[in-house]
């Protein structure tokens, strides 16, 4: 492998960050798209030339753009996200029924297979998929038509499908989760879903243990053990061995088990990485110390990495999707802040580096592992 | 019989990169049945030339102006105007733009 290519949304436009194997020199270009907020930008995994964008603006509304060399040049593609049949109801915070209506593409995420194929999470929650590179979009109408979906009521930066994982090992198998509702499974290609929430707990909901309502923020899974998921909730980590059919909490001895982001070692599935902010209402890392926290067991037993990374007056927070794995061996993760810093580590995280430290705030952090 | 008219139209920064155009864009607009020029028609001209644009100042659907943008004309906001009320002739007439603008709103 030639290298690494980690591509960062940001409030005000997109980053190309590239090195070589050893991912200590880096190259940075963009702001691609600037002024723009980028939500997600995400590469297929089979073609690492081909890249989708999620370009959106509270003024101007939806734009994907798409580029085929690798983030060289782009082309908007398809923006229209109109819901397929008519829409009803979900509950606004003060549980008022409210229309659905389309904000902005919150996740891209690629098909395994095929470069011209890619999914993407909407809010207010749906999914869409385009088979012809992002020239046309077609929704997955079984989710947002979900027997419960009038019940979802959005999390506080709204009710956005955020998270899309494809389990290699069954072609037909899509997670999908969404704040506040949960998530969802889907057997057969997108057309139905069901709710895998079972043993989730939640306090800020009047049935904690109902089958939705779930303000989970990420879930991931290593593709050597689809079975296996792991998830960062509003409060608590959690795992599931069973295809999200039961989960149980992992959060052992974090300082705190609120966050946002959750993944998984390239190389060691039972090697899982968080990163602990206080709580909801204070959304920055705990004693102003950014530390990433490492399970080699699959939860429960958590270590502090730091090297690398600010140990006082560090307030910042990271975003669900800000955090990322690459494929390279020993494996690198990346990670970007609130505050501008993208950090990375060559070492399965035990040695971190500021990558850029002066962007504008990172809502996303995909990368590239190049052939 | 249907007219045709060259409007001038100021787009926004933003909205004149996804076009890959510079400073004001003309377009040939049909006029309605008395000749006149109406701001759907603009619009609808504008994102029939640069597709790329459409959704992005109004609904794609039901064709309502998105919140946070403006249009003006000869001074005037005319953005809760009647899309299909005629625009002064000094529009029609290629003599002022028409804008189209990103309210002042957030950072």
């Known amino acids: 492998m030639s290298g690494v290519r980690v591509l960062v949304g940001t409030r005000k436009g997109a980053f190309v960050l590239t090195s070589d194997g050893a991912r200590k020199d880096w190259k940075v270009s963009g702001p691609h798209f600037p002024g723009w907020e980028m939500y997600h930008v995400k590469g297929s995994p089979v073609d690492p030339n081909r890249i989708y964008a999620s370009q959106t603006s509270g003024w101007f509304g939806q734009v994907i753009q798409r580029s085929d060399d690798g983030g060289e040049t782009w082309e908007p593609v398809n923006g229209d996200f109109t819901y397929a049949t008519p829409t009803g109801d979900h509950l606004w915070y003060d549980g008022t029924p409210k229309p659905w209506g389309f904000t902005r593409v919150w996740h891209l995420e690629p098909s395994l297979t095929d470069p011209d194929t890619v999914l993407a999470g909407v809010e207010d929650a749906a999914m869409f998929r385009s088979t012809d590179g992002g020239q046309s979009w077609s929704e997955l109408t079984g989710l947002r038509t979900h027997r419960t979906a009038e019940g979802w009521m959005p999390g506080a930066g709204g009710l956005g499908a955020h998270t899309i994982l494809q389990d290699a090992s069954n072609p037909g198998r899509i997670y999908t989760a969404i704040s506040a509702a949960g998530v969802f499974r889907s057997d057969d290609d997108g057309a139905t879903w069901e709710p895998r929430n079972q043993g989730l707990v939640s306090e800020g909901i009047p049935d904690g243990s109902a089958e939705v309502g779930h303000c989970v923020h990420r879930i991931t899974m290593h593709p050597s053990r689809p079975e296996t998921l792991y998830m960062q909730k509003h409060w608590d980590v959690m795992r599931s061995d069973d295809g999200g059919a039961n989960w149980r909490e992992i959060s052992g001895n974090l300082p705190s088990d609120f966050g946002f982001p959750i993944d998984v070692h390239a190389h060691e599935p039972e090697t899982v990485y968080v990163i602990p902010i206080v709580s909801d209402s204070e959304h920055f890392p705990p004693e102003g110390k950014l530390r990433v926290y490492r399970s080699r067991s699959g939860g429960d037993e958590w270590e502090p990495l730091t090297k690398g990374l600010p140990q006082e007056n560090c307030f910042v927070n990271i975003f669900r999707d800000a955090m990322c794995v690459d494929q390279m061996d020993p494996c690198g993760l990346y990670f970007g802040t609130t505050g501008g810093q993208v950090y990375g580590s060559s070492d399965g995280g035990d040695t971190w580096q500021a990558i850029v430290h002066d962007l504008p705030s990172v809502y996303s952090v995909e990368v590239q592992t190049l052939p | ?107």
């Not at chain 2, 039901?62 to 005629?86: G, I, Q, Y």
Request: proline share 7%; glycine share 8%; net charge negative.
């Open chain 2, 1 to 107: 019989m249907t007219s045709s008219h060259t409007v001038r139209v100021v787009i926004p920064l933003h909205l004149r990169r996804l076009a890959q155009v510079d400073g004001e864009v003309q377009l040939e607009v049909a006029g309605n049945e008395a000749g006149e020029v109406t701001q759907r028609a603009i619009l609808d001209a504008l994102e029939s030339k640069y597709p790329v644009l459409e959704g992005l100042t109004r609904d794609r659907v039901t064709k309502r102006r998105r919140p946070l943008v403006r249009f003006f004309a000869c001074s005037e906001d005319l953005s809760n105007e009647d899309p299909d009320a005629p625009l002064p002739s000094a529009v029609a007439d290629g003599t002022e733009p028409y804008l189209v603008v990103g309210s002042m709103a957030g950072g």
